[in-house]
Nanobody
Framework: QVQLVESGGGLVQAGGSLRLSCVAS????????MRWYRQAPGKQRELVATISSVNTTVYTTSVEGRFTVSRDNTKNTVYLQMNSLRPGDATVYYC?????????WGKGAQVTVSS
């Protein structure tokens, strides 16, 4: 059974930084692309960043140049480094993996940005 556990959320001032972590278990981590999503109340879940099994990265336009996704296969962990945070980035962030055509999700990490 795949399990994803996020950590690293919190409160930060606008312009500040946070790093989210997601530890995965129950899968051969290095073989799978990992994704970060976010979802604001009343809105659809938005794909923020993807890192492939060979470290190719893709970002949604609004975070390009500010966020960096990375992975450490020795720790079964994917990271999301978030810099220059804006109030519009404040929401819950979720780690995701498509494990053999079945989505697995973490419980989320709350990011709050004060202006």
């Amino acid at each position: 059974q795949v399990q994803l556990v996020e950590s690293g959320g919190g409160l930060v001032q606008a312009g500040g930084s946070l790093r989210l972590s997601c530890v995965a278990s129950g899968l051969t981590f290095s073989a799978f692309a990992m994704r970060w999503y976010r979802q604001a109340p009343g809105k659809q879940r938005e794909l923020v960043a993807t890192i492939s099994s060979v470290n190719t990265t893709v970002y949604t336009t609004s975070v390009e140049g500010r966020f960096t996704v990375s992975r450490d296969n020795t720790k079964n962990t994917v990271y999301l480094q978030m810099n220059s945070l804006r109030p519009g980035d404040a929401t819950v962030y979720y780690c995701n993996v498509d494990y053999w055509n079945k989505d697995s999700w973490g419980k989320g990490a709350q990011v709050t940005v004060s202006s």
